[in-house]
């Protein structure tokens, strides 16, 4: 399975990361974060987690266009009449997109998703002709 592009590249993070803490330059707040991903491949399925707390099931679009299986979420910024000053601020359940090209191998019409305790879990069942047959024993005559 392969990951088909990423929505947060590495450098500005480590550049923010960098100077807003060691320089105190006030950047602009990240727009995007990127969730992690697992995923696992057992004998019958892979198995996709992606971990995304504070948000609802209803949050999630899970598409299948081609080969490509997109993850997505949009959140409305809400204002918060609040006057606190944060020092420094990661909690930010903002919109992203994750898309994968899944291999020819998945059974499309079988995929499911759970969303439960923050983690979006996304079975993928392999076709039964991807599944590999078991060793036997063959007879010398």
Do not use: C
């Amino acid at each position: 399975m392969n990951i088909v592009r990423k929505t947060t590249p590495w450098f500005p993070s480590i550049f923010d990361e960098i100077f807003t803490r060691d320089f105190g330059i006030d950047l602009a707040p990240k727009t995007h974060q990127t969730p992690a991903v697992n995923i696992t491949e057992k004998e019958n399925t892979f198995h996709m987690e992606l971990v995304a707390p504070g948000k609802e099931k209803k949050d999630f679009h899970v598409e299948l266009e081609e080969d490509t299986l997109t993850i997505s979420t949009t959140t409305d910024q809400e204002s918060n009449e609040d006057n606190s000053k944060f020092t420094r601020r990661e909690f930010d359940y903002a919109s992203f997109q994750r898309s994968f090209r899944i291999p020819e191998t998945i059974d499309t019409k079988n995929i499911k998703a759970n969303y439960k305790n923050g983690l979006l879990s996304i079975i993928l069942p392999k076709r039964k002709e991807a599944i590999p047959e078991p060793k036997k024993q063959i007879e010398i005559r």
